[in-house]
């Protein structure tokens, strides 16, 4: 090292402890199961569209990637790295966008379904990132089969503010 620059090597571009078809299918299984949950969504005409889904889960995925990566070759014992509060940041912050697709209208606060989506889309993202494709293939199951067999409640009945048969008990 002189001056201060870093010097880059070949390892730096490619994974040094999992295996290219590893990755590729994290990734993959990241991209494809979020993207089922968008597409619902979208094709529902919900107020998301299906690309935030997968590029949640996608950046989530890399993390989570990136976590396990770093976590093998931080050779030094006196550097360690809690996954659980990397996890709990990147979910924090997909929280803050999942917020954004609550909007009122009226009465009536819309968007939960896909803010909770897009939240599940990083859950997914990460769980992919850790190797646990089962895990992911079934949160995405269960999310779409909710999705899917709620839909004809949501869209019969939405409770409004001013029901006349809505309580204060009901809040």
Avoid: N
Wanted: proline letters at 4%; charged letters at 15%; a negative charge.
């Amino acid at each position: 090292m002189s001056g201060g620059l870093v010097k880059m090597d070949a390892a730096q571009f490619s994974p040094l402890h999992l295996a290219w078809a590893d990755v590729a299918a994290r990734i993959g299984a990241a991209l494809l199961l979020s993207l089922a949950i968008g597409l619902e969504r979208y094709l529902h005409k919900k107020p998301v569209d299906f690309r935030p889904f997968a590029i949640i889960a996608l950046a989530s995925a890399s993390l989570s990637l990136s976590i396990v990566e770093f976590a093998r070759s931080a050779a030094d014992g006196s550097f360690s790295i809690d996954p659980a509060k990397v996890m709990s940041g990147i979910m924090t912050g997909i929280g803050f966008l999942g917020a954004g697709a609550l909007f009122r209208q009226d009465d009536v606060v819309q968007g939960a379904g896909s803010a909770a989506s897009i939240w599940a889309a990083g859950a997914i993202g990460i769980v992919c990132g850790l190797g646990q494709l089962w895990l992911a293939a079934v949160l995405a199951a269960a999310i779409l089969l909710l999705l899917i067999a709620g839909r004809p409640f949501t869209d019969r009945w939405t409770i409004r503010a001013s029901d006349p048969e809505k309580t204060d008990d009901d809040a």
